[in-house]
């Protein structure tokens, strides 16, 4: 299934450009139809497909030090790709690999709710309906039509704004050209982004910005041991964060471990 | 106790001749009762069959006529761009579909012809400015994502390999629409059994099995999920 000119859309996210403003969220409900409910102070009823993790160094002052971490999700690749966690448990089909872009898709018609997708995820990227979505006043005419709505009992989760890339392409069959450019297909958080903290594109691509930067000294990914081989990277220059991505021991220097995980290409 | 009982009743029933009796009542059996049967059965049978490929989707799908009776034929001789000169594609490559009333209004600001379909449609949208409400005989579910653009310039097919030979019809169909879907009964196809091939000319049918069927043939794998869902 998989041919030689399949992409590998990726994102980087400079953790030391986010400012945790949450841009890249508001982008992100407004963009993929994401529900929201009237009162939304219990977090883990929230659904969001990109969220912003603050996290600490556990220091009393003055040396305590903030950091803001947006988790879209990671579409991994597994430890063979196409084997991402999620993927690999779905009973009914609802999520597969899509080999041609390495984006994880998620089907709300197919799925039917048992959510061992939620249980297998390391992330914490797929969120549950539990209840069907109510837009506030006639907010339901702003909803993108590119989306589907998801109803109550089925999960949901970021898509790299699949259907930016559909649009894209279907401007690319008019003009007869096959390959997009970097600019053509990005995602909603990205552009949102005022910091220019995420940067996206196809991490195969030497042109992209992504490709060098996720080479980065700086760069990491989260829960890298699980060989969940994630696409999205993220950089930092502080060892305090970088420790935090990852069930590290108090005597391990993640920089110096050598992880022996293998990247596809 | 109740054990007791029992066996008291079982020896009273079994020395009384007179529960007996109705066992020597039965009728002795006919000798045209294994045809009686086998005719009621195949009665049952074909009934069933008839109501499931006949009555079934008579009552399944809701009968409506278009807005208009649109005339194909008479419009694809005076255009010059084939389908595409109302059925055309945006800048952006996505597919218009249906025209709106801009793109009749250069021709139909006034009736042409006495034909009494176009008068109304003069009548009735042009002069009050109202769009048509065209009936989509090839609409898909709302988490269908459907590209054009890939099909029609991508992979080079003609419109009349999916929508069927309808640019030399005189007259449109009767729309039917599925009373629990509310879904084209195009999408399902015509035939209910869904067995056997649409004849040249007609519609194909454009359920999900449908699309991967000549996804499989054509690019040899069905392909993934979001290449066709949103």
Redesign the interface.
Known sequence: MKDKNAKRYGMVIDLDKCTGCGSCMVGCYSENNVPFKADETNKLDSINWIRVYKITNNKTYPNTEVCYLPMPCMQCDGAHEGHSPCVSVCPAVATDYDYDTGIVSQIYTRCFGCRYCMAACPYHARKFNWWDPVWPADMEKYLSPNVSPRMRGVVEKCSFCFHRYQLARDKAYLEKREELEENEYQTACAEACPTGAITFGDLNNKHHAVYKLKNSPRAFRLLERLNTNPKVYYLTSKSWVRKAGDNYLAHEEPTKIKNNIKEHH | MSTDQNQTVSTEAATDPVNHEPETNDSPPSKSSGWAVFLFFMIGFVGSILSGWILFPELLYSKKDQPIDFNHAVHLDVVSDDCESCHY?R????FAGMPDLSSCIDCHEEAQTDDPEEIKFVDEYVTPDIEVPWLNHSKQ???V?F?H??HV??ADMSCESCHGDIGTSEHTRVYEENRLTGYSRDIWGYSISRLGKPEAGEPKPMKMNDCAKCHKEETG?KG????C??
Do not use: L, N, R, T
Not at chain 2, 91 to 94: A, E, R, T
Not at chain 2, 224 to 227: K, S, W
């Open positions: 594609f800048d952006d490559g996505s579910p709302d988490c994502f590209s653009s890939a310039i991508g794998h993934a999920c979001f290449q869902h949103k």
